[in-house]
């Protein structure tokens, strides 16, 4: 029987706390060096094995114009950091009305969202997904609006469902794709050969998947038997139903919640 996942935890994250163990960082390889230049600050030894790949959405002239469109719709919602990035690396010159409300999905999406000059941008007041956002006001009486989401296929998709029933004309821009990461065998070697205990941080569904299926099933049975820290209550459920048995929640997909959630799920393994 696979073990509950603990609830969301916190740790004081001095001194060290994730000396000794291996933190294996699963978020795709464009946005993963911020969160592996923490881990090693932490005193964690970081160990790349990303989950899914990012990759330019095929139909650049039609991106471009749907883009073009979204600059002045009464909304648009990035899903993520990546939803920016290749936005961006699409239209340079994007830039939103000053009538258009920006929304994203989360802190880190819009911590993004500003180092591209966008001062008022809306972000979820309680939980930083999906959810979340649907529930700030800003997301409510757009019946007949304009509503641009920017991201890529896949994943949750609760928002475009969400915002149509509510009666907003709703356009989706799939700015970017996920596919299967091409791990090498330096990335097999390399988590053969890592220190235990394990540390595995993992925000994306697929990233999950993939890790579960998709890795040699000794490196399968190792990972299954790490402390698996997920950013959600629902990736518990799927991380459980993979075969995880020590699956912990940290507060968010946000790389200082992980952490946390990580240095406790780690003491708490030292006990």
């Known amino acids: 029987m696979a073990a509950m996942p603990s609830r969301p935890v916190a740790a004081d994250v001095s001194h060290l706390p994730l000396r000794g163990a291996c933190v294996i960082v699963t978020r795709p390889s464009e946005g993963a060096a911020p969160l592996l230049r923490r881990v090693r600050a932490l005193g964690g030894t970081p160990l790349r094995l990303p989950g899914i790949a990012l990759r330019p959405a095929a139909d ?17 919602v990035f899903i993520s950091p990546a939803a920016v990035r290749h936005a961006w690396r699409v239209l ?27 001062t008022e ?19 409510r009486g757009l019946r007949g609006a304009a509503v641009a989401v920017i991201g890529a296929p896949g994943g949750r998709d609760l ?20 596919v299967a ?8 070697a390399a988590l ?15 990233a999950l998947a993939h890790l579960a299926t998709a890795l040699p099933p ?3 049975l190792a990972l299954r038997r790490a402390e698996c820290v997920v950013s959600s ?37 030292r006990l």
């Open 218 to 220: 000794g490196l399968v």
């Open 121 to 139: 941008v809306c972000v979820p007041q309680g939980a930083q997904d999906s959810t979340g956002l649907l529930a700030d006001p800003a997301l």
């Open 233 to 269: 209550a629902r990736l518990a459920g799927l991380a459980a139903q993979h075969g995880f048995t020590r699956v912990h929640v940290a507060a968010s997909a946000l790389a200082a919640d992980l952490l946390t959630a990580a240095a406790a799920a780690l003491a708490r393994h």
């Open 92 to 118: 340079s010159t994007l830039r939103f009305s000053r009538s258009t409300r920006v929304a994203a999905v989360g802190a880190g999406t819009a911590r993004a969202l500003r180092r591209r000059g966008l």
């Open 192 to 206: 053969e050969l890592a220190p235990r205990p394990w540390l595995l941080l993992v925000s994306s569904a697929e």
């Open 181 to 188: 990461p091409r791990w090498t065998r330096r990335h097999l």
């Open 159 to 178: 928002l475009v469902p969400t915002l149509r029933r509510r009666g907003a004309r709703v356009q989706r821009i799939d700015i970017y794709r996920r």
């Open 60 to 76: 650049a002239p039609a991106l471009r114009q749907a883009l073009r469109a979204a600059q002045t719709a009464a909304l648009a």
